[in-house]
Nanobody, 120 residues
Framework: EVQLQASGGGLVQPGGSLRLSCVAS????????MSWVRQAPGKEPEWISS???????HYSVSVKGRFTISRDNVKNILYLQMNNLEPEDTAVYYC??????????????WGRGTLVTVSS
């Protein structure tokens, strides 16, 4: 069965770092466009990053320069390295197949999210 399981969230102080992981099963992530989507409490989901099947990476303005998306095609794991975190980054983070714009509404392609809380 196709599954995506995100992990690595938690509580971090402003300026801190976290690395999220997304373990995929039932398909090969290197063959698909993959994205990270986040949803803050009471807000609409926001696409923040994607990595294409050709390896190219893309970022939203809100995270560009602070976050890095990558993948390990051998382990079949998608990563999101998050640096210089701010309170505005507080959200549930989801990994997903596909790319913007449709990925933000195609929730069938999201895995289980992991909560990131940035607070002092």
């Amino acid at each position: 069965e196709v599954q995506l399981q995100a992990s690595g969230g938690g509580l971090v102080q402003p300026g801190g770092s976290l690395r999220l992981s997304c373990v995929a099963s039932g398909f090969t992530i290197g063959s698909w466009d993959m994205s990270w989507v986040r949803q803050a409490p009471g807000k609409e989901p926001e696409w923040i990053s994607s990595i294409k099947s050709d390896g190219s990476t893309h970022y939203s303005v809100s995270v560009k320069g602070r976050f890095t998306i990558s993948r390990d095609n051998v382990k079949n794991i998608l990563y999101l390295q998050m640096n210089n975190l701010e309170p505005e980054d507080t959200a549930v983070y989801y990994c997903a197949t596909g790319d913007r714009p449709i990925v933000v509404i195609n929730t069938d392609h999201w895995g289980r999210g992991t909560l990131v809380t940035v607070s002092s």
